[in-house]
């Protein structure tokens, strides 16, 4: 057992899309500040489970869920909670950089703005220390109300984290952050991930194996909607308890 | 001759075809402008477009017809571009996609190729005679509302629906409601086609005689409409009704206020072009 109490927790968790078995019975428990990867093929459920931790699914006619998600052992899909609240505490992070065709001022402040939050010294305030968390200030101070589209790709996913970060998030989830970037960038996002988790739980769905191996503490092997196996990153790629762990993380399929 | 051959001939084939196609279109509309040029731009001055209606062809002007024509765009555009974009937001980014839903879709879509006489025909039982509204500019800029409506309706949709998924989950994981995601994300980037279908759907508007004259514009008011209740006339009715006098005089009169309308109506296209290209400028994925 780890010494660090469970940030979020999965308990006999099913999720459907109309009459698709999304995920069936997952049950996991993730470290508070530590980086849990989910690894697993195309369509097994990693990105569904992750985007049920902060409801991103809600939208999606037809999808439900079963079970409880606990966050610090709170039911996220409990009717006392908000949405709005529950995703100033879980952050995410997509696939493709997707920052608004706005300025990268607004981009970092968008969170705290949508708040209510209107002072001009809070926001820049916020607005810098988000963007030196992402080691990005020293690259964008001084064009700050240039449109962030402007940016490069690995530039805009850090403007994308930095805006995560603006709103103080607990947990910060992220859905294969680097598969649009380059390797130069993908290093960097990796290397922030690795500070970012002294202070965030971060949750990180990954197609590589590599990634995986580098940047997380514990992994979990998704297939076909189950969570095949769960375990410290190291025990798992050096010695997986299941056959199919070992044949997807040594490439036999997938 | 090779296959390859072949190909390449019918795609020049093809190619002649188009622009022999695209000519006829520019020659005919060359032609008409042309003519309507020489015909009526002498006729053009200051006291035409000052003038009252007269019954001498020489002293009439379209001074009632012009204002009525503004009156009837900015009312137009009043009643019909809130209720167009909010109906377009709400099917768009609000709607589940019920059968019902599906159902008022297709139908919307039908509604655009409607006649514009049987949109007359409503505006005169509904606001004419029901709401009592008789042949007024409220009455008029009503019916001329429901015509454009669903072009609006489509044409917001399509521009909502251009802005990617990922942009409005970005605005939502960083805690945004519905609505907050709607007002600062996607209708700003949706502006611009929003925008450019409600001015096209203007300047369809501006040329429409027939839904008027069956509620029931005058073709002779010898007033500048002042409130929404009074009377009116349009340039397209004032054409109209100059077309159908037999003095020769009176023709030339109508080339003259339909180069009028014309102005206003390229004016209108124009800004739609601009503003489309300025916002495609603007935003890019």
Not at chain 2, 57 to 86: C, E, K, Q
Request: glycine share 8%; hydrophobic share 45%; charged share 20%.
């Amino acid at each position: 057992m780890s010494k660090k109490p469970y940030k979020l927790e999965a308990r006999n968790l099913n999720a459907f899309y109309g009459g698709f078995h999304a995920l069936k019975d997952i049950n996991i428990a993730m470290e508070e500040k530590a980086v849990t990867a989910f690894i697993g093929p195309s369509g097994c459920g990693k990105s569904t489970f992750l985007r049920t931790l902060n409801r991103m699914n809600d939208y999606i006619d037809g999808f439900r869920v079963e079970g409880d998600i606990l966050l610090d052992g709170r039911d996220i899909y409990g009717k006392d909670v908000r949405v709005d609240e529950l995703r100033k505490e879980v952050g995410m992070v997509f696939q493709k950089p997707n920052p608004f065709p706005k300025t990268i001022f607004e981009n970092v402040v968008y969170g705290l703005k949508i708040q209510g939050i209107k002072d001009k010294k809070v926001l820049t305030e916020a607005a810098e220390r988000s963007l030196r968390q992402t080691a990005l200030w020293e690259e964008v101070k001084d064009k700050m109300d240039k449109s962030a589209l402007a940016l490069s790709g690995g530039q805009q996913q850090r403007l994308c984290i930095a805006r995560a970060l603006a709103i103080s998030p607990s947990v910060i989830l992220m859905d294969e952050p680097t598969s649009a970037l380059d390797p130069i960038s993908t290093a960097k996002i990796e290397e922030l991930i690795y500070e970012l988790k002294n202070d965030y739980t971060i949750v990180i769905v990954t197609h590589n194996m590599q990634q995986a191996g580098r940047v997380s503490d514990q992994t979990a092997f998704f297939y076909m909607g189950e969570l095949v196996e769960y375990a410290k990153t190291k025990t798992m790629f050096t010695s997986p308890k299941h056959e199919r762990t070992q044949n997807y993380i040594t490439g036999r399929f997938g | 001759m090779t296959n390859s051959d072949k190909n390449r001939l019918k795609d020049k084939a093809f190619q002649v075809f188009g622009i022999f196609c695209t000519f006829i279109g520019l020659v005919v509309l060359a032609i008409f402008l042309i003519d309507i040029l020489i015909e009526g731009i002498s006729r053009i001055d200051w006291d035409f477009i000052t003038s009252l209606p007269s019954r001498r062809a020489s002293r009439a002007g379209i001074l009632t017809a012009w204002a009525g024509t503004l009156w009837i765009l900015g009312l137009t555009s009043v009643i019909a571009f809130p209720l167009g974009i909010a109906a377009g937001v709400y099917l768009e980014e609000y709607s589940k996609k019920t059968k019902l839903a599906n159902f008022l879709e297709i139908n919307i879509a039908n509604l655009a190729g409607v006649p514009s006489i049987i949109y007359g025909l409503l505006g005169m039982e509904i606001f004419g005679r029901i709401l009592g509204l008789g042949g007024s500019l409220l009455s008029g800029a009503l019916t001329l509302s429901l015509l454009i409506l669903p072009i609006i309706i489509v044409t917001t949709r399509e521009a909502i629906k251009a802005v990617p998924r990922s942009i409005r989950d970005a605005s939502y994981a960083l805690g945004a409601s519905k609505w907050q995601t709607t007002w600062n994300q996607v209708l700003p980037a949706s502006f611009g086609g929003i925008l450019t279908g409600i001015i096209l759907s203007l300047s369809r508007a501006v040329g429409e005689a027939a839904p008027l004259i069956v509620i029931g514009a005058l073709a002779y008011v010898p007033f500048v409409p002042t409130s929404p209740t009074d009377e009116f006339t349009v340039l397209p009715i004032q054409i109209f009704n100059w077309t159908s006098r037999p003095q020769a005089d009176f023709l030339v009169n109508a080339a003259a206020a339909i180069i009028i309308l014309l102005l206003i109506t390229f004016i209108l296209n124009g800004i739609a072009v601009y503003l489309r290209s300025k916002w495609q400028n603007k935003v890019k994925w």
